[in-house]
């Protein structure tokens, strides 16, 4: 069983950025579709991030131009850097990641594929002056 950890989470002012790294147990699993998901209270988990085995990478409209999503295969790391937070953008953040290729619309990774086969236990992230 492939376990997923996050880490990075924390508390910034608008405007701060912050760095998630999700740490996979075996390597197989960052090379093949990878994700940010987020929730918050009240809210439904939504994708923010997505990134296939081939590089490409799908973003939220919310998030576009701020958050980055990237891999090291060599560390089985997956990052998500946030940069220009919002209150908004408070949530718990899971990694997630599947066993194959993403689920492409229009030739994108999809943002609403929610069945991926593996996900982490979360990260709190709070944006509050």
């Known amino acids: 069983q492939v376990q997923l950890e996050e880490s990075g989470g924390g508390s910034v002012p608008p405007g701060g950025s912050l760095k998630l790294a999700c740490t996979a147990s075996r390597s197989t699993t960052i090379s093949k579709c990878m994700a940010w998901f987020r929730q918050a209270p009240g809210s439904e988990r939504e994708a923010v991030a997505v990134l296939d085995r081939d590089g490409t990478t799908n973003y939220a409209d919310s998030v576009k131009g701020r958050f980055t999503i990237s891999k090291d295969n060599t560390k089985n790391t997956l990052t998500l850097q946030m940069n220009a937070l919002k209150p908004e953008d408070s949530a718990m953040y899971y990694c997630?990641?599947?066993?194959?290729?993403?689920?492409?619309?229009?030739?994108?990774?999809?943002?609403?594929?929610?069945?991926?086969?593996?996900w982490g236990q979360g990260t709190q992230v709070t944006v509050s002056s």
């Open positions: 997630a990641g599947d066993r194959w290729g993403c689920t492409l619309i229009s030739g994108r990774p999809s943002l609403v594929y929610t069945a991926y086969t593996y």
